[in-house]
């Protein structure tokens, strides 16, 4: 395999997510708008009613099925807990590596987006990807590790809203928001702490809002690296707001 | 007992609110923030260490404490299968009828409420509270009954914000909307169905924006009073966001 052969192989793997469970592969497989690469079963499950339905659509929709061991297919679906037998690698439509943010994209235009930082909660995970996608600011920048996996959970928590949202995935978010702050984007770290408000934020820059982990926020090593830190203004005594809340007031109003 | 008498009396009870479980109460009463009526103990309970805590707790404060047969406990807490035993009325410090928004009020100021029609799920209960308490907008509506109880897990979901959150409530929601329409607010009803969208709303009116029901959204009494349905502006396909999504981008929307 020549050089570039393996660069385009690899951008086609890293595209792919995959999914597990039932009702969520179910459920992409029941969308014409999800394109499904693989489907993975496991030779020990029994041919019910829900399994004969995700064979039948499979083969309609002409997507090859594979059929593993039982541990195989837990390799795969990286959880044998909760995979139920069945797994399925997705193509999304708007999932892509943060390389494809390039300097002409943030130098040339005044893009917004939201990284996240260790996010654990799938519910808080789900809900920012679904107010974010119908937001339609730039995207949402998230690390392959070291956040809630993007499992069924998150799925049903983004109501479907996962297989169209534009992510942006990179392995290490502190390396990659240093490098996309050299290519022309100010940082701007969420913090109760703040003594901004990202209402009074009007910088003309392309912008990247750090939502951080649900306990602790912003990790040292990204905060310091920020622009700025930028707070929600709050009354009543009340300390602190569910991330999804900072989300989609970022992704809604800051302007 | 005079008739205004009986009215004073009518009026502090009707601002109690009763919590139950161990957690909630024992939380409850470590926040000298929150005034509290009285604590019920059910007879049965044993003076394991949580108990002896609470009763403390209640000691110290100078709270009276009252102690029931477990029937009479759980006709108190309204859920003898989660109340645990122990019962607490509080005082909310903002917990008050809608009737306090008089038409002086809502004729001479530009007021803004939201208005809770059938919000079932404890979990966007409390995220609304939290946040509307957050924004510093001027309350909540909420009927006493037909949408989640303001229970535990209410409390748990408003990161304790329940208890100095502005919350206004009324026994039929429908009819004191209309009231408050008569004496000079408008009602807005929030529908992914509507044509404008609540960003361009530049009404100089006290206003009341309508969330409804998790799955049928605003009830067709209520929508059939509505100045006007509104709709927030949605991309990528997304049909709908979560109705604590839906508070916070009207909540701190007029700032």
Redesign the interface.
Known sequence: MSDSQYQQRKAFFDQLLTIYGRKPVLEALQDPAILIYKLHLASSNREDGIIREIKTLAEQRQIDIEIHDRKALSRISKNGKQDQGIAADLQLS?YQPTSTITKTELSNNKRRYIALDRITNP?NMG?II??V????IDGIILPRKGGAPLNALVIKAS?G?LF???LFYCENLAQELLRMQADGAALYGLSSHAKQSI?DNDSNQSQIYILGNETDGVSKAITANCDTMLK?P?????????V??TA??IA??GR
Do not use: C, K, Y
């Open positions: 708007a519910q809900m679904r107010t996608a119908a937001s339609g109501a809203t169209r949202a534009p209402f929600i709050m009354h009543n005594g009340v300390e602190s707001l569910n999804a809340i989609a007031l809604f109003l």
